[in-house]
């Protein structure tokens, strides 16, 4: 699509007069689309999301949470939605799932100017309750527009609520966790989320936090792989 064709999206008429896709109706229902094309910017997002209405979560919004990290990242991180911490200052996994994150990916020297971290809903659910499909449906093409954006070659899907967000398994996350899906040119992994690893702080052999160690390795092997395929 021309950024002229785009331009349109936003205002405009088509060439036979009719009204065209009108994009600043896309924050006031959830049956407005979002088409491929439709942001420039990930600060467009942003705004459109702070004044959303496509799905009941906006009722408990202080600030819609977008994202945090390098907006060209070759690793996007996934995760669920915007807790008490994330909604308070409109960033993603600030609290401490967010610095078990940092840390983990720090284990393999993937620092958070490689990764471009979300979520699947920007408003926080109340009691910070699993997004419910509809919400999570809402949502969907803003995520999909900064997948666009960032253009990542790898995307972590943390926990199963990504998991089903973004590709439709609603396998558990035990079960997927660790096993690589390649779509559309790029290379899903699904991993626990941190706060589950949070809950379940044992090191043993096969425990969570174990196991997240063993996909968190894949992904550095991965990375440096297609670094190499580029060379
Ligand atoms: S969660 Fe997404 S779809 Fe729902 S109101 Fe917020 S920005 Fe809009």
């Not at 994150?101 to 471009?116: M, P, Y």
């Not at 995520?143 to 943390?158: A, D, F, G, K, S």
Request: charged fraction near 25%; hydrophobic fraction near 35%; include cysteine.
């Amino acid at each position: 699509m021309s950024s002229d064709q785009q331009i349109d999206l936003f205002n405009a008429t088509t060439a036979a007069g009719a009204p065209a896709f009108d994009a600043s109706t896309i924050p006031t229902s959830a049956a407005v689309p979002i088409p491929p094309g439709t942001y420039q910017t990930m600060e467009d997002i942003k705004q459109h999301c702070n004044t959303c209405t496509r799905c009941e979560l906006h009722h408990g919004r202080t600030h819609a949470v977008i994202g945090r990290g390098n907006p060209a990242a070759s690793v996007m991180i996934v995760g669920e939605g915007p807790g008490q911490n994330e909604d308070e200052q409109g960033l993603p996994f600030v609290g401490k799932s967010g610095q078990l994150l940092d840390k983990i990916l720090e284990s393999v020297r993937i620092t958070t100017e490689d990764v471009f971290i979300c979520n699947v809903v920007k408003c926080r659910p109340p009691d910070n309750r699993t997004p419910k499909t509809p919400e999570a449906e809402a949502c969907k093409g803003y995520l999909l527009e900064q997948i666009r954006l960032v253009n990542p070659q790898i995307i972590l899907l943390t926990g199963a609520t990504a998991l089903k967000g973004l590709l439709g398994i609603k396998e558990g996350i035990t079960k997927v966790r660790g096993k690589w899906i390649e779509k559309d040119g790029k290379f899903y992994l699904p991993i626990f989320h941190p706060a589950y690893l949070l809950r379940n702080p044992s090191r043993d052999q096969g425990s969570p936090k174990w196991l997240m160690w063993q996909d968190i390795q894949a992904v550095r092997t991965k990375l440096d792989e297609l670094a190499g395929e580029l060379r």
